[in-house]
């Protein structure tokens, strides 16, 4: 499986086409949690759409990186985003780099929930 996505709305689609939209969101938790930081995009065991996730992970990381940076940082450690691809994001202004950030960890929890899904029993 080759976790090559061009963009958000094509990893998001393949997730919901295989039916693990849920484990991703509950991956994100997750992983959020570990990390100390509020993320809870379910209310009332209302799922989320696919595009609201997307949203609500790019305002996340958008305010983490403005206001809490220490905690972003233990975030993508937590995550598990390799420097590597951290250094070949295009800086140009903050909402970017916080778009290109939420792909990258979306990229990242999918990579997680497919590996998981393959080799559990």
Partial sequence: MR???PNT????SSV???NLYGNLVT????DFSLANI????LQENKTISPEELA???????YQLLLERFTEYLNLLYVIDIPEQTLKQIQV????????????????REWQKVWYKKQYSS
């Fill in 92 to 107: 140009t202004d903050a909402v970017e780099v916080a778009d290109q950030v939420a792909f990258l960890i979306l990229k």
């Fill in 3 to 5: 976790f090559n996505y």
């Fill in 16 to 18: 919901t086409s295989q």
């Fill in 27 to 30: 991956q994100l938790q997750k």
């Fill in 9 to 12: 709305k094509t990893l998001l």
């Fill in 38 to 41: 509020d993320f809870n995009v």
């Fill in 55 to 61: 949203t609500a992970l790019r305002e996340k990381i």
